[in-house]
């Protein structure tokens, strides 16, 4: 038997001992009814219906309904009928201790029938019999002041409310209702005597019903677990098998773990290899690039050496030796920038911000070529190229020059401020220089800018990169790593002599700041200044245009 079947016959054992239960219920239902109807014969014959809002004049009770009964009983029944409310505690306690006290239940009943409660109420009360002249008498009493025989009038008071006690204990048992209830009373508990033995002799028959059906029900169950058992212990041998064969499954991963976790080792030790030589070919390149660079210098100088050999050997001056000294410091320079400025990749990341300002303008201003004055390795003279737009630059150091012409690119060996004189005016559209106007004299720098404005075409646009002296760090410290550096120039000196040329729409954008974690913890305000002094913008550039240009291209 499988487990469906096993359930469905545990569900058959749960419906026969229901449909047991509820015949046998079904029996005691009967029988209750039949206890109900006699208990019936027990209570008050009237019921006296009230609103509390709007009294209306009730069925009258007989007094001895009321008094029928226990203390409690009576207390119960006479607040229900006369005040129309169950009692509270503190009235049923007040009201027992009275009668304990040997208090009549008439004058209980008459003080709660004048009471303000009672007589909005209006509940009538007869059959009083000799009992109401002797209780109208108290009440008489009572009402009545009587300073001078108060003494009298409370003994008369006393011997009326004994003979009412009297007359409660002595007549009152033997009137008729009192003896009719005694004999319902009885009758009702013959009944119930006899319902009570007949139930219980239902209830032993039944359950002795209901334990045969639950005994041949648990010897059938006996036996479906008895088969299920066997069952289970076939599935069981089954699961033993299955765990073994799942044991040598988990020994067969753990050992192919224990490989990948080896083969994880040795292709770390192989990725840290790797990692070595790549730092090993990095190290390797950047030689291969300093000798290739002094190679680069060796045949520029040997191809001016021999073209004074083949021609006429001049007399050498003391500034042609100079040029000698120059020739080796062009190579120093390049090996400072490649080991101070960054990687190719490096400074064409930080020069594509000016990208967007070039594009609009080109699409404004016709094809007229972009001079970059100061061109270096060609870095910013690449991006344009991969840009399509139409661009050449000048430098002095030969050996970048090589380099830059090497790379495919238009790079000539002229000095800017030579070169720019040699142009005709309105030749070019743009005009770049990033960080030359620090090396320069005041004069050249002056000089330069007056032939930019002469070359450029009405709203040119001149873009120039300088380090920013505003960061302290940079105007007192990391400016002087470069031996050919003269001089910081600050953006306001820098805008005033823009302006003073006459160039207009004139921006400055402060860049390359220090990073986050080069900064001083905190943001309160000196916090801050420190940090905008010290970690700030490293360098900043200037974009101005040419006049006669209503504003910069949009």
């Not at 009402?143 to 009326?160: D, E, G, H, Q, T």
């Not at 630059?393 to 800017?416: A, C, I, P, S, Y």
Request: with cysteine; hydrophobic share 35%.
């Amino acid at each position: 038997m499988n487990d469906k079947e096993m359930d469905e016959a545990f569900r058959s054992i749960i419906r026969r001992v229901r449909h047991t239960a509820a015949s046998v219920e079904k029996e005691l239902t009967n029988d209750r009814q039949v206890i109900n109807k006699s208990s019936e014969l027990h209570g008050m014959r009237v019921r006296a219906a009230s609103n509390h809002h709007n009294p209306v004049l009730r069925v009258a009770v007989p007094v001895y309904e009321l008094l029928y009964g226990d203390d409690a009983a009576f207390i119960h029944k006479t607040y229900q009928y006369v005040l129309q409310r169950e009692v509270d505690e503190g009235g049923l306690k007040n009201y027992l201790s009275r009668l304990k006290q040997g208090e009549s239940r008439l004058l209980i009943v008459r003080e709660l029938q004048d009471s303000a409660e009672g007589k909005a109420q209006r509940a009538q009360i007869n059959s009083w019999g000799i009992s109401s002249y002797l209780v109208r008498l108290h009440a008489l009493l009572r009402s009545i002041p009587m300073a001078r025989l108060f003494f009298v009038r409370n003994i008369a008071c006393k011997v009326i409310a004994k003979l009412l006690h009297f007359y409660e204990k002595k007549r009152l048992p033997k009137h008729p209702l009192f003896l009719l209830n005694d004999f319902a009373n009885s009758k009702l508990d013959v009944l119930l005597k006899t319902t009570e033995d007949k139930i219980t002799r239902q209830l032993h028959d039944n359950t002795s019903k209901l334990e045969q059906k639950i005994q041949q029900q648990l010897q059938q169950l006996s036996e479906h677990l008895n088969s299920q058992n066997e069952h289970w212990a076939s599935h069981k041998e089954w699961l033993l098998n299955h765990n073994r064969d799942i044991e040598q499954l988990t020994k067969q991963a753990h050992c192919q773990k224990q490989e990948q976790i080896s083969t994880e080792d040795n292709l770390s030790k192989l990725t840290s290899h790797l990692d070595n030589l790549k730092n090993a070919v990095a190290d390797q390149g950047e030689r291969i690039s300093l000798s290739r660079q002094d190679t680069l210098y060796q045949q520029y100088h040997l191809r001016h050496l021999l073209s004074e050999i083949k021609g006429d050997m001049p007399v050498v001056t003391p500034w042609e030796a100079t040029r000698y000294l120059d020739e080796y410091l062009d190579a120093y320079y390049i090996a400072f920038e490649d080991a101070n400025r960054g990687t190719l990749d490096e400074i064409r990341q930080k020069l594509s911000i000016y990208l967007p300002y070039i594009t609009r303008f080109k699409e404004k201003s016709g094809e007229l070529p972009l001079l970059d004055i100061g061109c270096g390795r060609g870095e910013w003279l690449g991006s344009l190229q991969d840009a399509g737009i139409s661009a050449y630059g000048v430098d002095m150091n030969g050996v970048m020059v090589t380099v830059g012409q090497e790379r495919g690119l238009d790079v000539r060996h002229e000095d800017g401020l030579a070169h720019l004189q040699k142009l005709p005016d309105h030749s070019l559209s743009v005009i770049t220089s990033f960080h030359v106007i620090e090396h320069l004299p005041f004069a050249v720098l002056f000089s330069v800018l007056i032939e930019i404005k002469r070359v450029l075409i009405p709203g040119g646009l001149l873009i120039l990169e300088t380090p920013n002296p505003e960061n302290v760090l940079v105007g007192s410290h990391t400016f002087y790593h470069d031996f050919t550096h003269r001089n910081p120039v600050t953006p306001s000196a820098l805008t005033f002599l823009l302006t003073y040329h006459n160039f207009q729409n004139i921006e400055v954008l402060r860049l390359h700041p220090y990073p986050e974690e080069a900064k001083v913890p905190g943001h309160d305000p000196l916090t801050e200044r420190v940090n905008g002094h010290l970690c700030g913008p490293q360098d900043f550039a200037m974009i101005a245009y040419q006049q006669e240009r209503a504003g910069k291209p949009e």
